[in-house]
């Protein structure tokens, strides 16, 4: 990979995305990659706007927020809704279709995916949909590698939770592997 990579996760506050964000972020540091990290949120904790941006590269990165993005993870139609147009033309665009019913602009590389409503029915709660929608696109894009999400995932959550991440994590893995069949 030789240029940047913008990646912007969004949703609602309470989704877990800015947690997501520097779990990606970590993964691309241990990799010993070049990344920045910044993160967005509305006044509400729970329930308002939440993003979190990723850059990551092997060169140096000279402004350290996402502008044009090459992945777009939506979890919430508002959050679709609001930054679709800052998509680049070939960009890659993953939504939970559970919360996202319409999207404006579509394209060859556009993923709907149930994740909440998968990760509920298989894991029993919705609380680590973040970390399976963001191995899915781990697994799409292969923006970094399985195991450094993992080291980065075990570094990131209290070790209470560490199983229920992992599981999450293989979900999401898995339904990147078995997208459209």
Not at 44 to 71: C, L, M, N, Q
Not at 76 to 85: G, H, L, R, S, V
């Amino acid at each position: 990979m030789s240029k940047a990579h913008e990646i912007r996760l969004s949703g609602s506050g309470g989704q877990g995305l800015i947690l997501a964000g520097i779990i990606l972020a970590n993964a691309a540091v241990i990799e010993k990659r070049r990344v920045t990290q910044t993160q967005s949120y509305g006044p509400e904790s729970r329930g308002g706007y939440s993003r979190a941006d990723v850059i990551i590269s092997d060169k140096e990165i000279f402004f350290p927020e996402a502008t044009r993005f090459d992945i777009l993870l939506a979890l919430t139609q508002e959050a679709c809704d609001k930054f679709i147009f800052d998509l680049k033309d070939k960009g890659i665009l993953i939504v939970d279709n559970t919360q996202v019913k319409n999207i404006s602009v579509m394209s060859e590389h556009t993923y709907e995916v149930n994740f909440t409503e998968l990760v509920t029915e298989k894991l029993g709660s919705p609380i680590t949909t973040n970390i399976c929608s963001l191995a899915f696109l781990v697994k799409i894009t292969g923006i970094v590698k399985e195991e450094s999400l993992k080291q980065a995932i075990a570094g990131s959550v209290k070790p209470a939770f560490l199983d229920l991440n992992l599981k999450a994590m293989q979900l999401g893995f898995e339904l990147a592997v078995n997208y459209g069949k």
